[in-house]
């Protein structure tokens, strides 16, 4: 009797065990508003700090650019026409000079990571056929 018990107590502890892990890690995968909100803000940061150093903005674009960006991220949407809105609105604080710069650094950026591709290093999203130019 005292055998049954005790195996008794060992598979309702560890199962208990199991189930208490398995509802932290569900909680550790969701990401709520706030987090979301804040995960935007460092992202747009991180854009106009990485933009006035490749670009040298000057304090009132970084601001616009900043701006432009934590609107974007907020939104959360990931078409193709909410992007071309965010480059459209981009290019209009932006000189002709940076116009180019960006511009030339985004073929760059394109260029490198089609040779990653053809080189394997990178695989291909689902659904895409090639790297756009």
């Known amino acids: 009797m005292k055998k049954i018990f005790l195996i008794s107590a060992i ?3 560890l199962t208990s065990t199991l189930v208490v892990a398995q509802q932290k890690q569900n909680k550790g995968e ?6 979301a909100r804040a995960n935007a803000d460092v992202r ?3 854009l106009s ?13 970084k601001d616009k650019v900043y701006n432009i960006a934590l609107k974007h991220f ?6 193709a026409e909410s992007r071309q809105k965010f480059n459209e609105e981009l290019d ?9 710069q960006r511009a030339e650094l985004q073929s760059q950026k ?4 089609q040779s990653a591709v053809q080189r394997g290093e990178l695989k291909k999203a689902p ?3 090639n790297v756009e130019k």
């Open 92 to 100: 209009q604080v932006l000189t002709e000079t940076q116009k180019v």
């Open 74 to 79: 907020s939104a959360q949407q990931a078409s």
């Open 127 to 129: 659904g895409k056929t």
């Open 44 to 46: 747009a940061k991180r």
């Open 11 to 13: 598979g309702i502890a």
């Open 110 to 113: 394109k260029d490198r990571l």
């Open 49 to 61: 700090e990485k933009m006035n150093a490749e670009l040298a903005l000057s304090a009132d674009q």
């Open 30 to 35: 969701r990401i709520t508003r706030t987090e």
